[in-house]
């Protein structure tokens, strides 16, 4: 499955947010994310812009892995697979064992909320700041896709300067 999402810095979540529902979206669940993003052993993800993400959330674990990223209308495309476990500890351990490192740890407060197809997401970045992220999942026509997410974001009022790094590498580029 590709990913096609923009991202954009806003100075004010509650007007996005206000913008958001008036536009029909709806609060699916607030949730506190704890992102720990390992690096290979056999390879520097950062070289490769690949990432491996253990995200926790207190009721889900998910470890996800994402592909290089391309740029297409001004919208991040990359390939990106989940696989949802139980235990994050033994998850660590089997991958540290492996020769993996952690390299930060990303922490959030998001809001997401549901438009038609779409998943948007309110986030409250832990030393970053404010963002939105509006993203759709598509396995198909990637230029078609990401043309919908530009007209969504014009919609929702999302205008701001479009941002292609992840909240590792923006988190990576402070230190």
Do not use: C, W
């Not at 926790?56 to 892995?65: H, P, R």
């Not at 407060?109 to 038609?116: D, G, K, V």
């Amino acid at each position: 499955m590709l990913e096609i999402e923009i991202k954009v810095r806003v100075p004010d979540i509650k007007a996005v947010r206000e913008q958001v529902i008036a536009s029909g979206g709806v609060l699916t669940e607030t949730l506190t994310e704890h992102d720990s993003y390992y690096n290979a052993p056999h390879r520097d993800f950062g070289i490769t812009d690949e990432a491996l993400r253990l995200r926790e959330t207190g009721t889900k674990t998910t470890v996800t892995y994402k592909g290089p990223k391309d740029t297409i209308l001004g919208s991040k495309v990359r390939e990106e697979l989940n696989l949802d476990i139980t235990d994050p500890k033994i998850f660590d351990s089997i991958i540290t064992r492996l020769g993996f490192v952690m390299v930060a740890v990303v922490q959030k407060r998001r809001e997401y909320y549901q438009y038609q197809d779409f998943t948007i997401s309110l986030d409250q970045v832990e030393g970053l700041g404010n963002f939105v992220e509006i993203e759709l999942i598509s396995d198909s026509n990637a230029e078609m896709a990401a043309a919908r997410v530009d007209e969504t974001a014009i919609k929702m009022g999302v205008t701001g300067e479009r941002i292609t790094l992840s909240y590792l590498e923006l988190l990576l580029s402070t230190r």
